[in-house]
């Protein structure tokens, strides 16, 4: 993979500025990074050379809407590699779905090396109201209106990105006949669409990396995986335990083995959630997607309470998701009321996070499966009232003899 950026006008200072951030660049590793293995200078062109692992999330995006919780792992994983960028003194400005690079349930961010020098360079390769390389909903407010762009660029970026993974389509499409920087109007300027997913902690994280200026986003990659509920580093040998029992999730012996790692760590709450789950808030929301043993909490498939827990259930490779054998069908961990809500609504089995009130969930799930009869009406479109009763047979009589 080679990316090109030409810095035929920057200053000469400009230019040693170009080729630190390179040097910077090549010496970054991170697991959710694609490295830049090599840079060279031609002329006036700065060349960086990777090689790509994976399919591009835009692919993915082709096929119509994402799975939420497929989103998600994907925000998480490059929130991680911006985190790292960022902390070198780095901004990327590229975090696009092409630059996304998924490799099974691993996600990568691809080398930003095109536009390390654009900042510098920018004044030359715009005019007022347009902005250079792809035109879409990605691109955030500022990178196209003269203002500074910084790290809150590339949180809007991939915010934009995540939400037309979920939706299946852009926030703002330019209309018939028009040109398509038209768009670049909207993204400045219109309220975004709302998402209606049943993670509601993704959905809130989404939009507020979209917010139109810089300081009402989140102040850091960092803070908005926090957001998600989701912690910054794994250690190595976590990440492989965590993996483990992601494959696995019945393998008791691993997640004793975890366990004992944990307590070894000085982690007894999350130790204790592994072995009997007797902390509810132990670990973040994504961690207990993966860890807990929750048991069934709803199954449409047989009517009599279901005798399975999450752990036994088959893995997907998809946090959040898991294959019931029995019922032939997918099992959701539901983290919130309003997911346990949206799963009512598609009729779909679930489990429910330990940190939530199961009363609550069950309620809300029952709810949206079976809505009151005036609602149900409503939805068919059929009136609330009942109509007038038909005459019955001795009426019909009668009214014969009377016309007679």
């Not at 993704?202 to 957001?227: F, V, Y």
């Not at 898991?322 to 009321?337: H, L, M």
């Amino acid at each position: 993979m080679e990316t090109r950026a030409s810095i035929e006008r920057v200053t000469a200072d400009e230019r040693a500025t170009i080729v630190a951030r390179y040097a910077t660049l090549e010496a970054l590793r991170h697991p959710n990074l694609i490295p830049l293995e090599r840079v060279e200078f031609a002329g006036n062109e700065v060349i960086g050379i990777s090689t790509p692992i994976g399919q591009p999330l835009s692919k993915l995006q082709a096929a119509g809407p994402i799975a939420e919780v497929r989103v998600r792992a994907i925000g998480e994983q490059v929130l991680r590699a911006l985190v790292a960028l960022h902390g070198a003194g780095l901004v990327h400005r590229e975090v696009w779905a092409d630059m996304i690079l998924l490799d099974g349930d691993v996600a990568r961010l691809a080398c930003p090396s095109a536009r390390l020098a654009h900042d510098l360079a920018r004044r030359y390769q715009t005019r007022a109201g347009v902005a250079y390389g792809s035109i879409h909903c990605a691109i955030p407010p500022e990178d196209f209106g003269g203002r500074d762009t910084g790290p809150y660029t590339d949180l809007y970026a991939l915010a934009a990105t995540l939400h037309e993974s979920l939706r299946g389509r852009p926030m703002f499409v330019a209309a018939e006949g028009y040109h398509p920087l038209t768009v670049l109007g909207d993204v400045a300027q219109k309220p975004r669409p709302s998402l209606a997913i049943a993670d509601a902690e993704l959905a809130a994280a989404i939009m507020h990396g979209l917010a139109i200026d810089p300081a009402a986003r989140p102040r850091s990659a960092a803070a908005m995986l926090a957001e998600l509920g989701a912690s910054v580093d794994e250690a190595p040998a976590e990440a492989a335990l965590l993996d483990a029992l992601r494959k696995e999730p019945g393998d008791v012996a691993t997640r004793l083995v975890y366990a004992d790692w944990l307590e070894e760590h000085g982690d007894a709450s999350r130790a204790a959630f592994l072995r009997v789950e007797s902390e509810p808030m132990a670990g973040d929301t994504r961690w207990r997607r993966i860890t807990s043993r929750a048991p069934i909490a709803k199954c449409v498939t047989f009517a009599a309470p279901c005798p399975k827990r999450w752990d036994a259930l088959a893995s997907t490779g998809t946090d959040g998701v898991r294959f019931c054998g029995e019922c032939q069908k997918p099992v959701y961990f539901c983290a919130s009321v309003d997911e346990a809500r949206q799963r009512g609504k598609q009729h779909a089995c679930i489990a429910i996070d330990a940190a939530v009130a199961r009363g609550e969930a069950e309620a809300a799930y029952d709810t949206s499966m079976f809505p009151p009869r005036e609602e149900r009406a409503m939805m068919m479109g059929s009136p609330r009232s009942d109509p007038d009763p038909k005459p019955g047979l001795v009426d019909r009589i009668r009214g014969l003899f009377r016309r007679s």
